[in-house]
């Protein structure tokens, strides 16, 4: 079985500041891993992915993951937060099997202060 | 290039009532994915539909059911509505084969998500 804990369902950051989200997964065979993003009142967009090439990943509007094995983690980080990283950010974990059925957490609620 | 297209956007239901939820996927994807989000839930996989057979089921209730048409659109339907049934329906599209031959690995496949059809059950 695989499962997905996303620590903090709210974090507020300055504009400017450094954007951290943390995500540990669980699972019994080799993941993939992806953060996906949902801003109010629309469906989900895909920020990144994690498919067992580079253990860094970098993805769009400048954010990047790091795939960690031995702390089974995939956290997700901005070096600088802009007002528009305000939504709320999903971290979803597949398995390398037949089909792409998604895991996801309960999603962490980022807020950008000015 | 339309990307994946809900209908309705919202709808309000009562309890026991039957609901119908529709989805056309990507241009050039053939695989549709339903998912249930709840509010302040992250999303749940409900099922996953791949040439026309439902392919995945998530841990739903038999009154979740739906359908594929060889168009590669989909249809969700939920009987006898309940008050959990409330939440944001979320279908989700993606490339399963090409060419006839089976994308490898297919966990990797990335989802294009929907907006989603907002269902309140009153």
Same mark, same amino acid.
Request: net charge positive.
């Given at each position: 079985?695989?499962? $997905? ?7 507020? $950051?300055? !504009? ?10 669980? %699972? %019994? ?21 994690? /498919? %067992? ?9 400048? *954010? !990047?993951?790091? *795939?960690? #094995?031995?702390? /089974? ?6 070096? %600088? ?6 939504? !709320?950010? *999903? ?9 792409? #059925? ?9 807020? $950008? #202060?000015? | ?11 309000? @239901?009562?309890?026991?009532?039957? +609901? ?5 996927? @990507? ?15 992250? =999303? ?10 439902? &392919?995945? &089921?998530?841990?739903? =209730?038999? &009154? ?5 048409? =060889? ?30 031959? &089976?994308?490898? =690995? +297919? ?13 309140? +059950?009153?």
């Amino acid at each position: 079985a695989q499962s $997905v804990t996303q620590l903090g369902s709210h974090v507020s $950051v300055s !504009e400017g500041a450094l954007v951290l989200l943390r995500c540990n997964y669980s %699972s %019994s065979v080799p993941p993939y891993l992806f953060w996906y993003v949902q801003y109010p009142n629309q469906g989900l967009q895909l920020l990144l992915k994690y /498919t %067992s090439a580079a253990t860094l990943v970098k993805g769009i509007n400048g *954010f !990047e993951a790091e *795939f960690k #094995k031995s702390e /089974t983690s995939f956290h997700l980080t901005k070096p %600088s937060a802009h007002m528009s990283d305000a939504a !709320e950010y *999903f971290c979803a974990v597949s398995a390398k099997t037949y089909g792409n #059925k998604l895991v996801f957490g309960a999603g962490t609620i980022l807020r $950008v #202060k000015s | 290039d339309a990307g994946v297209t809900q209908s309705p956007t919202h709808l309000i @239901k009562t309890r026991g009532q039957q +609901v119908t939820l529709r989805c056309s996927p @990507k241009s050039g994807h053939d695989t549709v994915s339903w998912y249930q989000q709840a509010l302040g839930q992250g =999303p749940q996989f409900i099922f996953q539909y791949y040439e026309e057979e439902e &392919r995945q &089921r998530g841990n739903f =209730p038999d &009154r979740f059911s739906g359908h594929q048409f =060889p168009n590669y659109s989909s249809e969700l339907n939920v009987n006898a509505l309940l008050l959990g049934d409330s939440a944001l329906y979320l279908c989700a599209s993606s490339l399963m084969s090409s060419g006839g031959q &089976r994308i490898i =690995p +297919v966990g990797a496949n990335v989802l294009t998500f929907g907006a989603g059809s907002r269902l309140t +059950v009153l």
